[in-house]
């Protein structure tokens, strides 16, 4: 199986910045989809943003023009770069990337999500 470790969360003041890192533990043969989505207290996990195979994005609309969702294929490693954050972002952060990888001759499918890491944007 593919194993995602996040990274890069923490505690920041309304209007920093911080960078998640979601790194897979395998090299991945093809990607079917990638993103990152939040979860916050009693609210139920939402879809923050997208990045296709083919490079193609999106973003929820509460975080348009904020966020920025890219990936390194080498280092088989996703990000997610957060500027002007606000108090509304605060949450846990769960990257989730569903491909293929290469094992024993075959290609084999894998769905998998990362530990979650918390963001606290405080005002």
């Known amino acids: 199986q593919v194993q995602l470790v996040e990274s890069g969360g923490g505690l920041v003041q309304s209007g920093g910045s911080l960078r998640l890192s979601c790194a897979a533990s395998?090299?991945?043969?093809?990607?079917?989809?990638m993103g990152w989505y939040r979860q916050a207290p009693g609210k139920e996990r939402e879809l923050v943003a997208a990045?296709?195979?083919?490079?193609?994005?999106n973003y929820a609309d509460s975080v348009k023009g904020r966020f920025t969702i890219s990936r390194d294929n080498a280092k088989n490693t996703m990000y997610l770069q957060m500027n002007s954050l606000k108090p509304e972002d605060t949450a846990v952060y769960y990257c989730?990337?569903?491909?293929?990888?290469?094992?024993?001759?075959?290609?084999?499918?894998?769905?998998?999500w990362g530990q979650g890491t918390q963001v606290t944007v405080s005002s």
């Open positions: 989730n990337i569903e491909g293929f990888y290469s094992y024993d001759y075959a290609l084999r499918n894998f769905d998998s």
């Open positions: 395998r090299s991945i043969f093809s990607i079917t989809s």
């Open positions: 990045i296709s195979s083919g490079g193609n994005t």
